[in-house]
C-alpha cells in the first residue's frame, strides 16, 4: 500500500471522487494486471471491469454521470478501500504520458491539495512518492502495466519518473 497524504476524514468530506461525467472517462481507475486477477479471485462480479482494464462504472441512481462499480454512495465511500487500484492510491497524483516522458504529475481539483500547495508537508510526501515510484520495484510494475500511464489534462507537473 503507499502512504496516503490525504487524512481519510478529508476525503469522507470531499465530493471529488469516485464519480465520473462520462462512462469512458480518462479519470476511471486503470487496473494492473495482478489487481484484475485479485478482484477475480475476490469474487467480485467480471462485469466490473472492462475491457480495456478498467473498472467499469455504473450510472449515478441519484443523479448525473457514473460512479465507481465500488463506490458505496450513501457512505460516501470505498467498498473495497483495504484493497483498492495502485491508481487509487496514488491519486490524486498521477502517472501521466506527454510527449513520450512519463511525468508525475497531481491532480489540483482536489481541494486537499490545493490548499497544501507550496506546504512542507507536501514537499516531503512528493520526495516520499518520487522515491518509490523510481525504485526498481516499482519501475517494474509500471513498465508490465503500461495501460496505467495515460495522458491528463490540466496537471500540475511534478517530475519525470525514470522509465
Ligand atoms: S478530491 Fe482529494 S480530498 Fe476529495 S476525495 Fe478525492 S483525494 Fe480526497
Ligand atoms: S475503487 Fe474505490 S477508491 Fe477507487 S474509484 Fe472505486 S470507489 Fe473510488
Known amino acids: 500500500m503507499i502512504k496516503q497524504f490525504i487524512p481519510q476524514e478529508a476525503c ?4 471529488g471522487c469516485c464519480r465520473f461525467t462520462q462512462a469512458d472517462s480518462v479519470w476511471l481507475p486503470c487496473l494492473l494486471d495482478e489487481e484484475i486477477q485479485d478482484l477475480l479471485d475476490k469474487k467480485i462480479p467480471a462485469a ?6 478498467r473498472i467499469q462504472p455504473l450510472p449515478n441512481p441519484q443523479g448525473e454521470g457514473f460512479i465507481c462499480a465500488f ?5 460516501n465511500k ?17 502517472i501521466n504520458l ?3 516522458k512519463v511525468i508525475l504529475t497531481v491532480d489540483l481539483n482536489c ?3 490545493k490548499e497544501k500547495l507550496g506546504s512542507r508537508e507536501l514537499k516531503e510526501y ?5 522515491s518509490l515510484l523510481n525504485s526498481p520495484q516499482q519501475i517494474r510494475l509500471l513498465k ?5 500511464i495515460q495522458a491528463y489534462e490540466e496537471v500540475l507537473d511534478i517530475i519525470e519518473l525514470n522509465i
Do not use: W
Not at 470505498?78 to 498521477?94: A, W
Not at 508490465?144 to 496505467?148: A, F, T, Y
Open 78 to 94: 470505498c467498498k473495497i478501500y483495504e484493497f483498492r487500484p495502485f491508481e487509487c492510491q496514488l491519486y490524486p497524483f498521477l
Open 71 to 75: 463506490f458505496a454512495l450513501k457512505e
Open 12 to 15: 469522507l468530506k470531499c465530493r
Open 98 to 100: 506527454r510527449g513520450g
Open 144 to 148: 508490465d502495466n503500461p495501460q496505467i
Open 126 to 130: 512528493t520526495e516520499y512518492l518520487i
Open 111 to 113: 481541494p486537499y491539495i
Open 48 to 53: 466490473t471491469i472492462s475491457i480495456n482494464r
